[in-house]
């Protein structure tokens, strides 16, 4: 196994609004290499049969982030995994109504998150 990087990877079940499993790290058992990995994910608590959307996060020995990933796979179906995608959040916009008109501003932090104060 690699000691110069890690791989994190969290799921939930594809086209749901469900919640994201807690991330989990790649480690004893589990197989992976630059461009590929292994893992049980009946051991990782997904359920037989059901397609999930994931997400990998690969970090450095530093924990800086190298790549950021998604894909989407069927547990059971071998055939069924897709190609990873590089992943970006979607935008979240927030609104707070109980600030002065005053103070009325929007903020933006890496395209990522708007906040909009009315």
Request: net charge neutral.
């Amino acid at each position: 196994m690699p000691t110069d990087y890690t791989i994190d990877a969290r799921g939930r079940a594809k086209g749901s609004a469900s919640v994201w499993s807690n991330p989990f790290t790649l480690g004893a058992g589990d197989k992976f290499r630059p461009g590929w990995f292994v893992f049980d994910p009946i051991a990782r608590g997904m359920a037989a049969n059901t397609t999930y959307e994931y997400e990998v996060v690969t970090k450095d020995a530093a924990g800086k982030e190298l790549n950021h990933t998604a894909g989407s796979f069927t547990v059971g179906d071998a055939n069924s995994v897709s190609a990873l995608q590089a992943y970006k959040g979607a935008p979240v916009v927030v609104h707070f109504n109980s600030v002065a008109p005053s103070t009325a501003t929007t903020m933006r932090a890496e395209g990522q998150v708007s906040i909009l104060f009315v």
